[in-house]
């Protein structure tokens, strides 16, 4: 499954809404497909799972969606913190696909 | 839960190299355990899991590493190995270790550590 994420970029102000795309190119069994975000350094965070599930301690300014094989990740009222690699991942089937990435820049 | 990758480190093409997770704070032994990579530059890169003992204990393994490393697992130290041999510069990368939890096929990375270098050249 090869997964498809836009844009690259992402610049926006504080407090703006961030609205990232994540293109299946087939089905993904039981919405298998998770957002994380990662910053240099770091380890890579869990944000969404089962495409609109927050994770553990995930504020709720972060939220998933899902129409077909279409996954958005909507991050509102940005904060500099914010500013971090988005990447989708499906876990429903082998190889466990990530999407190239989208750049948040607050 | 904690989740420490060790292990990297610059070595010669064709040599090997063994990376260790350890992990601490949850029942180790009820969890998968995937290896994803990242190369200078590029994004994340699925490189194989574990699956936990109830489902065997068996292992995948993404094309471009299959045949060359392996993952194991020892349930009592609550640690993952990743085993890399035949070793060639594009695999060059920060190697994560990452709990699952056993949804989906691969299973949910919900814990990552934060990873180790491995450079591969001569």
């Known amino acids: 499954i090869v997964l498809t994420q836009s844009p690259a970029t992402l610049s926006l102000s504080p407090g703006e809404r961030a609205t990232l795309s994540c293109r299946a190119s087939?089905?993904?069994?039981?919405?298998?497909l998770a957002w994380f975000q990662h910053k240099p350094g770091q380890a890579p965070r869990l944000l969404i799972y089962?495409?609109?599930n927050r994770a553990t301690d995930i504020p709720d300014r972060f939220s998933g969606s899902v129409s077909g094989t279409d996954f958005t990740l909507t991050i509102t009222r940005l904060e500099p913190e914010d500013s971090a690699m988005y990447y989708c991942q499906q876990y429903a089937k082998s190889p466990g696909t990530f999407g190239l990435g989208t750049k948040v820049e607050i | 839960v904690e989740v420490v990758e060790s292990g990297g480190g610059l070595v010669q093409p064709g040599r090997s190299l063994r990376l260790s997770c350890r992990t601490s704070?949850?029942?180790?032994?009820?969890?998968?355990v995937n290896w994803v990579r990242q190369a200078p530059g590029k994004g994340l890169e699925w490189v194989g899991f574990i699956r936990y003992r109830g489902y065997g204990g068996t292992t995948e393994y993404a094309a471009s590493v299959e045949g060359r490393f392996t993952i194991s697992r020892d349930d009592s130290k609550g640690i993952a190995d990743l085993q890399m041999n035949s070793l060639r510069s594009e695999d060059t990368a920060v190697y994560y270790c990452a709990r699952a939890r056993n949804f989906g096929h691969i299973g949910l990375m919900d814990y990552w550590g934060r990873g180790t270098l491995v450079t591969v050249s001569s």
């Open positions: 704070g949850f029942i180790f032994g009820d969890y998968a």
């Open positions: 087939r089905s993904v069994a039981s919405n298998c």
């Open positions: 089962g495409a609109s």
